[in-house]
């Protein structure tokens, strides 16, 4: 029955993510004028046995929902004398019938919204709730984000997690791919850290800091779990007495939900990363200028911040500093970029790849995925370009001149590779029992992989080979 019960799953899962919008039940909605009263609202939606309606108000469009009649009711005008427009929620989230129910599964994850307004062209179609999402597949239980936001201890959001790592598992298995399998596994992580802090921080300290992932969990290019990547941006002034006790918690659960400790100590448990804002600032410059070795390196993780929880706007001015500081850093922009040579392998890679019979194993990371991905951050941070993946800096770096578009595709579609190339190991280390890490065995890749996998580097060397050109690395 297990057997059976998981293979059902599966294929409840696939048809989630493989069927389009229109397949689902999208209802047909209902409209009410903006100036209409609360009360004659709520009588409309009585009448229908409905909980949520469009407000037409001129050229806007927005919702009224029966959790807005929650809030409106706390508000001094009486319900009969306050029109649906000053509490409805306009700038609605919106998809095209033809789109996947996987984009959908993901907006109402980025958004944090239970429905999406369909339309095609002018035409609305309707709503789709995500109620309704979720019941287009039968026995569907839950969605891993409505576990995270119900959440009420770390035990309850480790059963999030394991479905997260379930979904990871089907989605790849189903031929979705890596970058959505990436971007959505980013969301739902994001959304996870933010509930833990939550959970283990006090109101106060959550108002006045900025929860902050880093490395590729700011890419939203981290699918299996792997080390943890996280700081903590303080408000200038505020104190909390019980601050090491709740980094250190915060951590240890992390570690709990399947997050393992970073090797390096980028955590919060570490007072580098766990700093008022002028104390960082302080850092992010003593990383450019100062002789530490580790500083780059330091920065190159900070760059791919990315805030979870708390005042955003810390994050935000911590970047400006950066820029203020590297306004004529040319020659730090140089060992930084220096980095695509850190994990530098033999031109013997080759010959490994061609050897019918070779035990021997290979770091996509080192060899591969990290060339390009900081490759790419150096650019970026040579341009000043304020976003965080490795794609949509690709995007930009085209538009701005700065890469031959060409490169770029073949730069995107080389590290697409590896990434579904470790995850697919990954995938089996874990089943196998194993710690899943970045070596594949040569002797386990076919002869299409190991092609595949010799055009993907070959990407890379060439790849490098213009940064060297770029930043002038061999006068280094």
Request: glycine share 6%; with cysteine; proline share 3%.
């Amino acid at each position: 029955m297990t057997e059976l019960r998981a293979v059902e799953t599966q294929r409840e899962m696939l048809s989630l993510l493989t069927a389009r919008v229109r397949d689902a039940h999208v209802r047909k909605a209902c409209y009410v004028d903006g100036g209409l009263d609360l009360v004659s609202v709520c009588r409309v939606l009585s009448q229908q046995g409905l909980r949520d309606a469009l407000v037409r108000d001129g050229h806007r469009l927005g919702i009224f929902t029966t959790a807005d009649l929650r809030d409106a009711l706390l508000r001094p005008e009486a319900p009969a004398e306050l029109a649906v427009r000053e509490v409805a929620r306009f700038g609605l989230v919106e998809i095209h019938p033809d789109a996947d129910l996987f984009e959908a599964l993901w907006l109402m994850a980025r958004h944090r919204v239970h429905r999406l307004l369909v339309r095609d062209g002018d035409t609305v179609l309707g709503l789709l709730d995500q109620l309704d999402l979720v019941s287009f597949v039968a026995n569907h239980s839950q969605i891993a984000a409505l576990q995270i936001d119900e959440a009420a201890n770390v035990a309850e959001l480790a059963a999030a997690a394991a479905r997260i790592d379930t979904m990871v598992s089907l989605l790849h298995e189903g031929g979705i791919k890596i970058e959505r399998i990436a971007r959505l596994v980013g969301e739902l992580n994001a959304r996870l850290f933010a509930r833990l802090w939550s959970l283990l921080a006090p109101p106060d300290l959550v108002a006045n800091s900025c929860l902050v992932v880093m490395g590729s969990e700011g890419r939203d290019e981290q699918i299996i779990k792997t080390d943890q990547d996280n700081a903590l941006l303080l408000r200038d002034g505020f104190a909390c007495p019980d601050l090491e006790a709740i980094a250190t918690q915060f951590n240890a659960a992390l570690a709990e939900l399947g997050y393992p400790p970073c090797a390096g100590q980028i955590m919060l448990t570490n007072p580098l990363w766990r700093q008022p804002l002028a104390g960082f600032k302080e850092s992010l410059r003593d990383w450019v200028y100062g002789s530490d070795p580790e500083g780059p390196m330091r920065l190159a993780i900070f760059i791919d911040s990315k805030s979870v929880a708390g005042d955003a706007g810390l994050l935000q001015e911590a970047r400006r500093h950066l820029e203020r500081v590297l306004d004529s850093a040319d020659v730090f922009l140089a060992r930084f970029a220096s980095a695509i040579d850190l994990f530098d392998h033999p031109t013997g890679w080759w010959r490994r790849l061609t050897a019918r019979h070779d035990d021997e194993t290979m770091d996509l990371k080192k060899i591969g995925i990290f060339p390009i991905v900081h490759g790419v951050r150096a650019l970026a941070l040579q341009r000043r370009l304020r976003v965080n993946g490795t794609a949509a800096r690709l995007r930009l770096l085209v538009e701005q001149q700065q890469i031959e578009s060409g490169l770029a595709r073949d730069v995107l579609d080389a590290l697409h590779y590896l990434m579904a190339l470790r995850l697919t190991h990954q995938l089996r280390q874990k089943q196998a029992g194993q710690v899943p890490g970045n070596d594949v065995r040569l002797s386990e890749l076919g002869a299409l992989e190991r092609d595949a996998l010799r055009d993907a580097l070959g990407i890379v060397r060439r790849f490098r080979g213009v940064l060297r050109q770029r930043f002038h690395l061999d006068a280094l």
